[in-house]
């Protein structure tokens, strides 16, 4: 895969459900993926959350809610693109409005979809609890929009350990980023 623009960082979002593997596998490949393309920083969807929070814009769960952090996170993600470094954002991103502005809006986007099936992360058992008790989740209260075009599609279906998964990840990455 090619640049768009030079001067700015690679965006690589790491997609899927809740419990899907997503924050684990990025915290796995973020030296590797930096070693490949230089400075590379890992946000959290729920890290980035909080820290809108904390600087008094709140966004709840609804969809209405969500859409409406589309922009203020596509700001922030370019604003750190365009330092020229190179960004891996684990988040659900399973909504049209995300997946309109931001493949249009961000350069050098890459997606990554950590393909699971809820009923296996439900069944798998750390996020039982979760799934269960909590309403506006993506993927079961909430209708998932699923982008027609990733790049990369890594399927989790809880046979294999998440080192493998990782390294999967990292590996089809290397072949697109080279």
Known sequence: MKKKNKKAGWCII???FSGAGKTTISQKIKNNVEKLIGKTVLIDGDELRNFFSKIGMNFGYSKKERDKSVVPKLELLNFILNQNINI??????LNKVAIDKWTK???NLVKVHIKTNINDIINFGLMKEFYNKNKNIVGKDIKAVFPKKPLITIENNFKKDINSLANETFNKLKKKLN
């Open 105 to 107: 809006n961000i350069d």
């Open 14 to 16: 790491i997609y899927g």
């Open 88 to 93: 891996i954002y684990a988040t659900i991103f």
